[in-house]
């Protein structure tokens, strides 16, 4: 089990509930039933909570920066935009705005590289609802989440050698390695992420240069090796 950490344990009986009403909570997530779900299940906690639904990255930015949010409950995996391109632009156009990242991807893929971009958090949709709810708590009070796991793999990493070459991939060139480490043909990943198939190559042979590989086949072994797929 997962537990918060200590600074997440002191944050998350403290709930700073907004001086103008109930709280915002915006959920972006390409599964309508996931949506859903995560609204049933916080409306039990926060029966006053007013909630904002986004099913791609686009559609989210304008909604974000629309009206006022007190949260942001941001998936990774979105059609188009991703969410971690997402939560670039966020941070940007919406600076001071928690973004609590829920998603089924394991701490070890991207957790690190979603919090050192600005999160406010990192949870996996595999939790018990009280510690997904117990996270948001952290978070809506001014608070990072963090599990005691993540947590201990971050003072690891305070006296690492040099991070490995995948951790100086742009988000875009991260995504293409992933999808292309599970498979995907660029004509594949050029619709997933409504790019042209000149531009997936393009990323393709920036990632290869970078991370000193030759093919599909090294780029494989490479992610498997890291753990960026299971």
Same mark, same amino acid.
């Given at each position: 089990?997962?537990?918060?950490?200590?600074?997440?344990?002191?944050?998350?009986?403290?709930?700073?509930? @907004?001086?103008?009403?109930?709280?915002?909570?915006?959920?972006?997530?390409?599964?309508?039933?996931?949506?859903?779900? +995560? =609204?049933?299940? /916080?409306?039990?906690?926060?029966?006053?909570?007013?909630?904002?639904?986004?099913?791609?990255?686009?559609?989210?930015?304008?909604?974000?920066?629309? &009206?006022?949010w007190?949260?942001?409950?941001?998936? +990774?995996?979105? @059609?188009?935009?991703?969410? +971690? &391109?997402?939560?670039? &632009?966020?941070?940007v156009?919406? #600076?001071?705005? #928690?973004?609590?990242?829920?998603?089924?991807? @394991?701490?070890?893929?991207?957790?690190?590289?979603?919090?050192?971009?600005?999160?406010?958090?990192?949870?996996?949709?595999?939790?018990?609802?009280?510690?997904v709810?117990?996270?948001?708590?952290?978070?809506i009070?001014?608070?990072?989440?963090?599990?005691?796991?993540?947590? &201990?793999?971050?003072?690891?990493?305070?006296?690492?050698? #040099?991070? @490995?070459?995948?951790?100086?991939l %742009?988000? =875009?060139?991260? =995504?293409?390695?992933?999808?292309?480490?599970?498979?995907? %043909?660029?004509?594949?990943?050029?619709?997933?992420?409504?790019?042209?198939?000149?531009?997936?190559?393009?990323?393709?042979?920036? /990632?290869?240069?970078?991370?000193?590989?030759?093919?599909?086949?090294? +780029?494989?072994?490479?992610?498997?090796?890291?753990?960026?797929?299971?």
């Open positions: 089990m997962q537990m918060l950490s200590t600074e997440a344990t002191a944050a998350a009986g403290k709930v700073k509930q @907004p001086a103008g009403g109930p709280l915002r909570i915006l959920v972006v997530d390409d599964h309508a039933i996931v949506r859903q779900g +995560i =609204r049933t299940l /916080l409306l039990r906690e926060f029966p006053q909570a007013v909630f904002g639904e986004a099913g791609d990255g686009q559609e989210a930015l304008q909604i974000a920066q629309a &009206e006022k007190d949260l942001v409950l941001l998936d +990774i995996n979105l @059609p188009g935009r991703s969410g +971690i &391109e997402v939560l670039h &632009e966020l941070v156009v919406r #600076p001071g705005l #928690p973004v609590l990242m829920l998603t089924m991807y @394991p701490e070890r893929q991207y957790a690190m590289r979603v919090l050192k971009a600005g999160a406010a958090g990192y949870v996996t949709k595999d939790l018990v609802a009280n510690e709810v117990g996270a948001i708590k952290t978070v009070a001014g608070g990072r989440y963090v599990s005691s796991s993540l947590a &201990e793999a971050l003072a690891e990493n305070l006296n690492s050698p #040099p991070l @490995p070459h995948h951790e100086m %742009s988000d =875009r060139e991260d =995504r293409v390695l992933r999808l292309l480490a599970q498979g995907h %043909s660029v004509k594949e990943i050029g619709f997933e992420l409504s790019l042209s198939v000149k531009t997936v190559s393009t990323y393709r042979t920036r /990632l290869l240069k970078k991370l000193r590989l030759k093919n599909n086949a090294e +780029i494989i072994r490479y992610a498997l090796l890291h753990g960026l797929v299971d």
